[in-house]
């Protein structure tokens, strides 16, 4: 199964790289933070439980996957591709098919938060 959500910003991968990092994490969204860093991933809390994720810069922005998770949970977070190619989309995926619509919303609210969170948190950078 998989989502994308499209925001209206225009940022390049430079951007994504130095700003959207797991020492950034809890200024970006409510829902993650990091328990313990470990080279260049971590423990981190989500709205799920504790999992390890892993943190990689890939072509065109970042990538997070929860490591320990049934579910396989990856999103990438990048600009300059398709779908929408001066925007940033967030592109998350779990390993099922199908899902309970509980988890669905859930899934739905976690990308939210990183949507709202990369909005406000760009523009606290601006000012």
């Known amino acids: 199964m998989e989502?994308?959500?499209?925001?209206?910003?225009?940022?390049?991968?430079?951007?994504?790289?130095?700003?959207?990092?797991?020492e950034n994490l809890?200024?970006?969204t409510e829902t993650n933070f990091?328990?313990?860093?470990?080279?260049?991933?971590?423990?981190i809390g989500t709205l799920w439980g504790e999992f390890d994720v892993s943190y990689?810069?890939?072509n065109g922005g970042?990538?997070?996957?929860l490591t320990s998770c049934p579910n396989a949970l990856a999103w990438t977070i990048t600009?300059?591709?398709p779908p929408e190619r001066?925007?940033?989309?967030?592109?998350?995926?779990?390993?099922?098919?199908?899902?309970?619509?509980?988890?669905?919303?859930?899934m739905d609210e976690f990308l939210e938060d990183w949507e709202e969170g990369l909005l406000k948190f760009y523009k606290?950078?601006?000012s």
């Open 56 to 58: 990689d810069k890939i």
């Open 79 to 81: 600009t300059g591709f």
């Open 34 to 43: 990091v328990l313990e860093k470990k080279g260049s991933d971590a423990l």
């Open 86 to 106: 001066e925007k940033l989309i967030i592109h998350a995926t779990i390993n099922r098919t199908r899902k309970p619509q509980e988890f669905i919303d859930e």
């Open 3 to 22: 989502k994308f959500n499209i925001i209206d910003l225009d940022v390049d991968e430079h951007w994504i790289h130095e700003h959207i990092t797991l």
């Open 26 to 28: 809890d200024k970006i």
């Open 62 to 65: 970042v990538r997070f996957a």
């Open 124 to 126: 606290e950078l601006q």
